[in-house]
């Protein structure tokens, strides 16, 4: 006899009592492998046309174990669950939000552009146009008018990519060197004469907000652009030099852990007839502090994810026992997933700002994609197969003992 969770008990009474389903005796005995004889032939029946009840049983059994009680139930028409066999699985994700040293540089330029530069770098994450999104929402300038150059070891020096602190890092440079190329427009402002907000005794205060400067507390519209401003005091650009300190730098670390959090959701499909195993599907949700880009962080968690894949399936290092080097240490032996290996991904973020780490409230993002998916990727094996495999990756040798006696 299988012992069946309450809650599973509970949504088999409930799914009973739902339609025209079989009592929930019934399918509490099935579940327990105990059906009586005499009742098999009324449960198979309805078993091969209901999706419903086959869905709760599922809960209560590994999906194998499932086909492998039809089977032995049901001589002669053995397999109602049709291949392949889905699985599915959950893990948690946690992975720690950190933020770096980082040095920027911000010009508005005469000719109303910007120009932003670090000596950071993009590996494709987003960090050239997650830059050119502050310094537009910080001056109003359109994005496609916010030059960023990164990438040589001449400009301010910035972070590395890595750790998922790169977003986090370079934010509050950016805000810091964008307030003080901001500052210096504002203090050319207030020097030149005949403009609407002309200096007098008692200059009023000056604000930069939509590309124009102008009195604070009144509409942009009657202020000045601020290319304008530059032109007039013969000046090519403002420039600003930003800098942010480390979380280890920030008092407030000592009284807050700062992490990123997620649930990855997995769906495996196993076709014990040739032997193969694919992740089918995977739902991700994570809380990564405030997304400054949705298609870029998304399409980030998409790479993590496959990245996921191929831990939970395909990647493992050989090393030669007698010299210590790698055996497979090349794309032809090194097992990676390829298109044909990616699920259908679907990707949510709570996107709750954490201000403890920069004005924006983003965490920074990567690893947190990456957390989880293997787990929830052996936990849907089991569930599709019966077998608990304990070590990456999951090969197929370790599931040819799932047999369906069909
Ligand atoms: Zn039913």
Redesign the pocket.
């Known amino acids: 006899m299988q012992d069946v969770p309450k809650i599973v008990l509970k949504r088999l009474q409930e799914?009973s009592a739902a339609?025209t389903?079989?009592d929930a005796d019934l399918l509490t005995a099935f579940a327990e492998q105990s059906l009586a004889e005499s009742e098999r032939a009324q449960v198979m029946d309805?078993?091969a046309r209901?999706s419903?009840?086959r869905e709760v049983l599922a809960l209560a059994l590994p999906a194998m174990e499932l086909v492998a009680v039809a089977a032995s139930t049901r001589p002669g028409r053995s397999r109602w669950f049709t291949w392949p066999v889905l699985g599915w699985g959950v893990a948690a994700a946690s992975w720690g939000a950190g933020r770096g040293v980082c040095d920027m540089s911000v010009s508005l330029r005469h000719d109303g552009t910007a120009l932003v530069s670090c000596g950071t770098q993009d590996i494709g994450t987003g960090t050239y146009t997650v830059l050119a999104q502050v310094v537009s929402d910080k001056t109003g300038i359109p994005v496609d008018k916010v030059d960023v150059v990164l990438g040589d070891s001449s400009l301010p020096p910035g972070p590395t990519s890595g750790g998922s602190t790169a977003t986090a890092t370079i934010l509050p440079a950016a805000i810091d060197g964008t307030n003080a190329a901001v500052k210096v427009v504002l203090t050319v402002a207030s020097s030149i004469k005949g403009l609407p907000f002309q200096n007098g005794d008692d200059p009023p205060p000056l604000v930069m907000t939509a590309g124009r400067v102008h009195i604070k507390g009144e509409p942009p519209a009657n202020g000045v652009p601020y290319g304008e401003i530059l032109r007039m005091a013969n000046l090519a650009s403002a420039r600003g030099d930003g800098r942010s300190g480390g979380l280890g730098a920030d008092p407030r670390s000592r009284d807050y852990s700062t992490h990123s959090f997620g649930a990855q959701f997995v769906e495996v499909e196993w076709d014990p007839g040739i032997a193969r195993m694919r992740v089918s599907r995977v739902v991700s949700v994570v809380d990564g502090g405030r997304i400054i880009n949705k298609r870029t962080a998304t399409n980030q968690m998409a790479g993590a994810i496959v990245m996921g894949v191929g831990m939970g399936l395909f990647e493992e290092t050989i090393y030669d026992p007698r010299s210590g080097h790698p055996i497979n240490d090349n794309f032809a032996d090194y097992i990676v997933p390829t298109i044909a290996d990616a699920p259908q991904i679907d990707v949510h973020f709570l996107d709750i700002p954490d201000f403890l780490l920069n004005e924006y409230g983003a965490r920074g993002i990567g690893e947190i994609g990456l957390a989880g998916i293997a787990p929830a990727i052996t936990a849907a094996v089991y569930h599709a197969t019966g077998v608990r495999v304990r070590e990456l990756p999951v090969r197929i040798e370790d599931l040819l003992g799932a047999h369906v006696s069909a």
């Open positions: 799914t339609g389903h079989p309805h078993l209901c419903d009840c």
